[in-house]
C-alpha cells in the first residue's frame, strides 16, 4: 500500500458510535481496495466527553483533531446532559471544533437519490440536486451576547426586566471567503447561486447582497439570484429541483438544511464537510443530530456518514475513485430495496426490505 492517511474518529453521543463505526468499515474496504491505508484515531468530545473530563471538548481532541489528516464526527448531545451549565453543554464542542480548526465554510449536498422518490413527504419533488454552502463561524451563533437588567418599560407599561441578545454580525472578509467557495462550486456544477438573506431587514444582509453582485462580475457564466430566507423555505419545498448552489449564513444556513433533509426523505441521508484552510484537516460529518431515541437499537441510518466519508476522500484527498466507489455503492444499496427504518414508509412493499445499521452497513460494503 502506497498511500496512508489518519483520520480522528470522534463518535460522540447517541447514535453517534454506531453510525461512525459503519462509516469506517465502508471507508477502510473502500481504501484498501485501491491501494490505500486508514489509520483511526478516536477521541472524545460532546456528553462523553463531559462524562470523563467534565467538559465537552478536552485539549487533547482540538490537538488530536488539529495533528490529523482529516476529522469524522458522528454526532453529539442528548437528554443526559440538557441540564448542565450551558458553558460546558455537549454542542459547545461543535463550536469549539469549528472554530477551532477553522472551518468557516459547511457544504451540505441535498440529493433525492434514486429510489427515494417515495419517502419525500413531497408529491413530486422531481430530480432534487443542489448545495447549500453555509458560513459556519461567524454570524449570530459566534456575535456578541448576553443578558442585562433592564428598569425601562415596554409601551404598555410592563417593565422590560432581564434583557437577553444575540448578535449577528459579519465581516467583508468573512463573507467574501464563503462567498467563494460558493461561485467556484456553482462555476463546476449547473452555474446557478442562489444567496438565500433577510436583506429587506438586516443591515448585514445588504453587505451580503452587495458582495456577492460585485464577486459575480469575476463568475459572467454564473446566473446570481437573492431570495429572503422566509421565501427561500417556501421554495424549497414548492420548487426544489430548481437549486443549485445556496449560500447563506450560519443560522439560516442550519434551519435550511434540515428542512431540505426532509426533501430528500430523511436528515439520515444527508453528508457535510466544513472545510477552512487549504492544508488544514477538514471535519466530515452527517448533519443529523445524535438522535438519543434510536440509540444502541441498531436502527440509525448509517448512510449520511458513510456519503459523509466519501466527500472526505474527494474534498480532501482528491481520492476521487474512493469517493465515486463509496456513492455507487450506497446507491446500488438502496437500487436494491434495503432501508433502515426513517427511509422506509407505510404501504411501500415493492421490493423493499427493511434492515438496522450493521446489515445495510454490509450490504455497502458488498456492493462496492
Ligand atoms: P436529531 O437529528 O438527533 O433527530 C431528529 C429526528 O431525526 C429524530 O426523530 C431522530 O430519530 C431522526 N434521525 C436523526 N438521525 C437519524 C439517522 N441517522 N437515522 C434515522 N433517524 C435519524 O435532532 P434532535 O432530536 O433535535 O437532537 C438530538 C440531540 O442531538 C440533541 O442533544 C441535539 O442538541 C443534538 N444535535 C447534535 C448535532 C451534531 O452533533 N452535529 C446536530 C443536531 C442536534
Known amino acids: 500500500m502506497s498511500k496512508k492517511y489518519n483520520i480522528a474518529v470522534i463518535p460522540g453521543d447517541g447514535i453517534g458510535p454506531e453510525i461512525t463505526t459503519a462509516a469506517i468499515e465502508v471507508l477502510e474496504a473502500a ?5 490505500i491505508e486508514i489509520f483511526t ?23 488530536g483533531a488539529k495533528e490529523s489528516d482529516a476529522v469524522l464526527l458522528g454526532a453529539v448531545g442528548g437528554p443526559k446532559w440538557d441540564d448542565v451549565d450551558p ?47 453555509r458560513e459556519l463561524t461567524g454570524g449570530i451563533y459566534f456575535g ?12 404598555d407599561g410592563t417593565v422590560k426586566g432581564k434583557v437577553a441578545f444575540d448578535t449577528e454580525s459579519y465581516s467583508e472578509g468573512e463573507i467574501n471567503r464563503i462567498l ?39 463568475y459572467p457564466d454564473v446566473e446570481l439570484d437573492f431570495l429572503y430566507v422566509d421565501n427561500a423555505a417556501m421554495q424549497l419545498i414548492s420548487r426544489p429541483s430548481s437549486f443549485d448552489v445556496i449560500v447563506t449564513s450560519n443560522i439560516f444556513g442550519d434551519i435550511l438544511s434540515d428542512e431540505a433533509g426532509q426533501v430528500v426523505g430523511s436528515i439520515g441521508m444527508l453528508p457535510s464537510a466544513s472545510v477552512g484552510m487549504p492544508g488544514k484537516p477538514g471535519l466530515f460529518e452527517p448533519i443529523h ?25 474527494r474534498t480532501m484527498f482528491g481520492e476521487e475513485e474512493v469517493a465515486n466507489s463509496i456513492e455507487n455503492a450506497v446507491k446500488k444499496t438502496l437500487a436494491a430495496g434495503l432501508r433502515t427504518s426513517d427511509i422506509t414508509f407505510v404501504g411501500e412493499t415493492n421490493n423493499i426490505t427493511l434492515v438496522g445499521t450493521k446489515e445495510i452497513t454490509q450490504a455497502v460494503i458488498d456492493n462496492l
Not at 459547545?92 to 451540505?108: C, H, Q
Not at 456553482?186 to 438565500?196: E, M, N
Not at 438586516?202 to 453582485?213: D, E, F, P, V
Open 180 to 218: 467563494k467557495i460558493g461561485f467556484d462550486l456553482a462555476d463546476k456544477r449547473r452555474k446557478k447561486l442562489t444567496l438565500v438573506d433577510k436583506a429587506n431587514v438586516l443591515i448585514s444582509s445588504r453587505m451580503w447582497r452587495t458582495l456577492a453582485t460585485q464577486m459575480s462580475f469575476d
Open 144 to 155: 456578541k451576547n448576553g443578558v442585562y437588567q433592564s428598569g425601562d418599560r415596554l409601551p
Open 31 to 35: 481504501s484498501s481496495r485501491n491501494g
Open 41 to 63: 484515531k478516536e477521541l472524545k468530545a460532546g456528553g462523553a466527553a463531559i462524562d470523563e473530563f467534565g467538559i465537552p471538548l478536552p485539549q487533547e481532541t482540538i490537538e
Open 87 to 133: 458553558e460546558i453543554r455537549p454542542e459547545r464542542a461543535l463550536l469549539g471544533l469549528r472554530s477551532g480548526l477553522d472551518l468557516y465554510a459547511n457544504i451540505r449536498p441535498v440529493v433525492l437519490h434514486e429510489g427515494l422518490e417515495t419517502a419525500s413527504p413531497l408529491k413530486n419533488p422531481g430530480k432534487v440536486d443542489f448545495v447549500i454552502v
Open 289 to 313: 443530530g445524535s438522535a438519543p431515541d434510536l440509540a444502541g437499537q441498531n436502527k440509525a441510518n448509517p448512510l449520511a456518514t458513510i456519503l459523509s466519508c466519501a466527500m472526505m476522500m
